[in-house]
């Protein structure tokens, strides 16, 4: 019995929370859910640790050694000998390096924008799937109610010998239609509501606040083609091609000689038969070292390895460009063409409307022609639908645009 109220309360809270939100806020609910984006903040993370890495000097060398043997000096026998050695890259390699794992850093921020961009289309387009299915109901449902409105009708001129039993018959078979969509639909939303919800990383029966109209805008040259050149795709493939670029600099610097300090500190025993001059006095030997890459074969393979990833890169950006072009063109042409849709099928609407009331004010002076009036009935009813999937359209458009030019 607990249990059952536990439930149901459950449902309520959900249903509560559910109403209570909106597209802006299913936005921040998939942004904070989204595992992928969590992912490519890590990835970020260990790009900029990367930059410390890679701008740290070679190890720094020390070795410690013994003579087993005494090597015999004026000033005494050698016991003990310390070293320490550093090897310095050629000047400007270390900071290449840097700016090569920065830019590298900033294409996986591009990275991140774009997936978020990318998740944001994906919940804007569900979310306006669950609107057209929503709207779908609540339209069927209205024209339900016109059907008993029209089924009563050709009873009452039924018994008055008005119309016949066939005019009822295709009233109750349009209504059992318009019944059995109503009832796909039912399911239909089920399903693209916990869609949503797994969208969003969350309960998947969380009730979902769809949308009940779709505002159309006036866009006046609000998605500007010229944006796209600031979409994360394309800055991604820039920061690539300069990380490419630095990586190339590092590289030629490679090839050039590597210096290398140094000190030894030898420990000297003191002697016992004679004292000379500096008698047991420890050697102290700085060292300058340079290594000379004579083999720099590997050296020039690497930067030409380099240069053609780098024309790799500029090919796949101007590719990925005409690629968003073409996308830009076909939804600004798909949101024009839906917008005109939808003023058509609002007038359509208004015609049948229109004809339907004629229809019935023609009751009161002679018989009514039920066929005519279902006929007029499932015109209206074909423009309400295409209305919805217009308005659809058009919204899914808008959020494509979006995608392409603004930064979300």
């Not at 239609?177 to 693209?192: F, Q, S, V």
């Not at 890459?293 to 990925?320: A, D």
Request: glycine share 2%; net charge neutral; charged share 25%.
């Amino acid at each position: 019995m607990y249990t059952k109220y536990l439930y149901l309360a459950c449902c309520f809270f959900i249903a509560i929370h559910g109403k209570s939100q909106n597209l802006q806020d299913y936005l921040s609910i998939a942004e904070k859910n989204n595992l992928e984006l969590q992912a490519n903040q890590y990835q970020y993370e260990s790009a900029l640790e990367k930059i410390n890495e890679v701008g740290s000097l070679p190890n720094t060398s020390i070795g410690v050694g013994y003579f087993v043997q005494e090597a015999e000096t004026r000033v005494g026998a050698q016991k003990a000998k310390l070293s320490i050695s550093q090897k310095i890259p050629w000047f400007g390699t270390l900071t290449a390096k840097e700016e090569s794992a920065s830019f590298k850093a900033e294409a996986q921020l591009n990275t991140i924008d774009f997936t978020k961009r990318k998740l944001f289309l994906d919940v804007k387009t569900r979310y306006f799937d669950l609107f057209e299915i929503k709207a779908t109901k609540n339209i069927l449902n209205e024209n339900l109610e016109i059907l008993k409105t029209f089924e009563k009708l050709a009873l009452n001129e039924l018994e008055n010998n008005r119309s016949s039993m066939v005019d009822v018959l295709k009233i109750r078979i349009e209504k059992n239609e318009i019944e059995n969509n109503l009832n796909t639909i039912i399911e239909n939303y089920k399903a693209k509501q916990i869609a949503f919800n797994l969208l969003l990383n969350r309960d998947e029966h969380i009730v979902v606040n769809a949308l009940d109209s779709i505002f159309i805008q006036e866009e006046n040259d609000l998605f500007q083609k010229e944006l796209i050149s600031t979409n994360p795709k394309l800055l991604q493939l820039d920061n690539l091609k300069s990380s490419l670029e630095k990586s190339e600099l590092a590289a030629k610097n490679e090839g050039y000689p590597q210096i290398g300090v140094g000190l030894d500190y030898v420990f000297v025993e003191n002697r016992i038969i004679d004292t000379p001059i500096d008698n047991g006095k420890d050697i102290v030997m700085p060292m300058l070292t340079v290594s000379v890459p004579l083999f720099s074969k590997k050296y020039n393979s690497k930067q030409k390895q380099l240069k053609l990833e780098q024309k790799s890169i500029e090919s796949t950006k101007v590719n990925v460009l005409n690629q968003l072009y073409t996308s830009f063109e076909n939804s600004i042409s798909k949101l024009s063409s839906a917008k005109v849709s939808i003023l058509t099928y609002v007038e359509n609407i208004d015609e049948a409307e229109r004809i339907n009331k004629v229809l019935l004010a023609e009751y009161q002076t002679s018989k009514i022609d039920f066929e005519q009036l279902l006929e007029i009935q499932q015109l209206k009813l074909k423009f309400q639908l295409n209305k919805i999937a217009a308005e659809k359209q058009y919204a899914i458009q808008r959020a494509t645009l979006e995608f392409l030019t603004s930064n979300n």
